[in-house]
Nanobody, 131 residues
């Protein structure tokens, strides 16, 4: 069973930065997709970034939502089956519970992500941005 564990959430002031990390387990292939979703109170869960690990050009293997493009960066960590989400210039609207999701099956090139496409989920890590 594929699982994910997030770390790195916390509280930060407007304009600050945080780095989230997601470590996946149970993967039987070196190729997989990992995504970050977030959910604020009273709102639907939304995907903010995703990455395909498998050697493709980033043009096809990385996705960002419009709300975080140019502020967030998703990348592969040196640790096996681990992905980072670097979040810069954080704003109050970024406040949410952030969830990591992973699956070995991916639709490429990466586009808007759906929760239903991911089988392995983490418990979530809270990100709070305040003035």
């Amino acid at each position: 069973q594929v699982r994910a564990v997030e770390s790195g959430g916390g509280s930060v002031q407007i304009g600050g930065s945080l780095r989230l990390t997601c470590a996946a387990s149970g993967l039987t292939d070196s190729r997989y997709c990992m995504a970050w979703f977030r959910q604020a109170p009273g709102k639907e869960r939304e995907a903010v970034a995703a990455i395909y690990i498998g050697g493709l050009s980033t043009r096809y293997s990385i996705y960002y939502s419009d709300s975080v493009k140019d502020r967030f960066t998703i990348s592969q960590d040196n640790a096996k089956n681990t992905v980072r989400l670097q979040m810069n210039n954080l704003q109050p609207e970024d406040t949410a519970m952030y969830y990591c999701a992973v699956d070995r099956l991916c639709t490429l090139p990466l586009g808007e992500q759906r929760s239903a496409d991911y089988s392995g989920w983490g418990q979530g890590t809270q990100v709070t941005v305040s003035s």
